[in-house]
């Protein structure tokens, strides 16, 4: 089950992909005293929860922000899956929030593991606790400052069933990640009902994953892109994962 965190993260890191409206990107996203705090529900019963939370912080003397991303599992998915997670992230907000440093923190059942990184993108290299330096392609993320990145930024015109492509640095090796626009639709959720955009990733057919659609989720169809949901079909059941609050975003989310 040591990939399964990975997955969940990877699905709530990457919601913030889409922008089917911005041409020049969108410079107010997101800004410092953001969180925002989830449910996990294996099945009908709550499975624990999860929180991203972005705060300034001051590393070689250049100001940058940091972002924490946790997630715990409790009762029955807490037996099965056994997660308690945190990734963070520091990374320069000035210069395309291109990452500093990054952070793995990973309990897992039985199986643990820790690695910090650092990025040298003048080099176009990074360093790793655990296995020393590696070469790297340009413009490379980790996983969170990946969301803030593409959050930031925008991307320009997507349209139905198209595909987006990005490279994220992950254990060691650069991770391949793509996710398929599906288009507008409308979903209900505890906090109420909002405009959305459901994406999905292409995940690997095997243990966990019947087919490579067994994941959708759906962000916020507004300036925030926010991540509202997410729901994973799998050989050991269903979950899903439910904002349930948050506050400091740079706009109010929009309900209908």
Known sequence: MKKFGIIVFTALLAMSFASTDSEIGNSQAFKAGEELHYVLYYGLVNGGAA???LRETTMNNKQVLHAKASMKTTGMADW????????ESYFDDANKC???KAIRNIKENKYRYYEEVTFDHAKKTVTSTKNGTISTPTNMYDLISSLYYIRKEGLKNLKTNDTISMLIYFSDEVYPYKLIYKGREKISTKMGKYNALKLQP???VGRIFKTKDDVSFWVSDDVNHVPLRVEFNMTLGSLKCDLVSYKGLEQPLQKL
Do not use: A
Not at 80 to 87: K, M, S
């Open 98 to 100: 291109k990452p500093l």
């Open 202 to 204: 292409l995940v690997e």
């Open 51 to 53: 929180t991203i939370t």
């Open 80 to 87: 099965i899956f056994g997660i308690e997670d945190v990734y």
